[in-house]
């Protein structure tokens, strides 16, 4: 009898194995267990390519963002830059409206005040008083043009009553020395401005204001009138 001495490759060992991991007893196939933990090389290659991608694309966005921060700051201090010379204008601005304002308000003040003028020099003409006119500098000046002629009739009144006056005592052939009718108080005003504010003071009608009046009277009648 000869004895089979051929040697199993490694082919056919692996042949019979998985023959026999095909055979059951009942002669039926079956799939052999995956081990616990086991992945595959190919997803494992696959996770790891996409590892490194993301590695990549995380670099260049950090790269842009920096790139932009840089931007970002130099953009902030030329706008700090701009801020600051554009406040000094505007400050420079502001001066120079202020400055143009109080001009206008100063010149539409005076302008009121030359309107006014020319109304009381207008109403005194317009009441025949022409004799008030060398005088028109002591009348106060007065917005109501109502107010303005009352001021006019009480002043032209009061120099009739003194021309009169003066009038008798010449043709009697006497001199009468005049003094003061209503007394003047210390405090009383001394310039024609002051007086209409002081006159303006006391409601229209009232003793105080008739009184103020008179002193007024009293004491525009002892001015020399002012010449141009």
Same mark, same amino acid.
């Given at each position: ?14 042949? /019979? ?11 039926? *196939? ?14 494992? +290659? ?6 490194? *991608? ?14 932009? /921060? ?21 400050? &420079?601005?502001? +001066?120079?409206?202020? @400055?143009?304002? &109080? ?21 005194? @003409?317009?009441? @025949?008083?022409? /004799? ?31 021309? *009169? ?18 007394? *003047? ?44």
């Amino acid at each position: 009898m000869t004895e089979d001495l051929t040697t199993a490759t490694p082919e056919s060992s692996a042949g /019979n194995t998985t023959a026999n991991v095909q055979q059951t007893k009942g002669g039926s *196939q079956t799939t052999p267990a995956i081990p616990e933990g086991y992945v595959p090389i190919e997803r494992l +290659n696959g996770a790891l390519q996409k590892i490194e *991608q993301l590695t990549l694309s995380k670099k260049t966005v950090e790269d842009l963002l920096a790139v932009a /921060n840089t931007r970002i700051g130099e953009l902030q201090a030329h706008g700090k830059s701009i801020e600051t010379e554009w406040s000094g204008k505007v400050g &420079d601005a502001a +001066n120079a409206l202020k @400055g143009a304002t &109080d001009e206008r308000d100063a010149l539409k003040k005076e302008n009121a005040s030359l309107k006014a003028e020319q109304l009381k020099v207008k109403l005194i @003409g317009d009441l @025949g008083h022409y /004799n008030l006119l060398a005088i028109a500098d002591q009348i106060p000046v007065l917005d109501d043009p109502a107010k303005q002629k009352e001021a006019i009739e009480r002043m032209a009144a009061f120099a009739n009553s003194i021309a *009169q006056s003066r009038e008798q005592e010449l043709t009697a052939g006497t001199t009468k020395v005049t003094t003061q009718t209503v007394p *003047q108080n210390a405090s009383d005003p001394t310039t024609s401005a002051a007086w209409s504010k002081y006159i303006e003071s006391f409601p229209f009608g009232t003793p105080e204001r008739e009184a103020a009046f008179n002193r007024w009277g009293e004491w525009a009648a002892k001015q020399k009138p002012q010449r141009a």
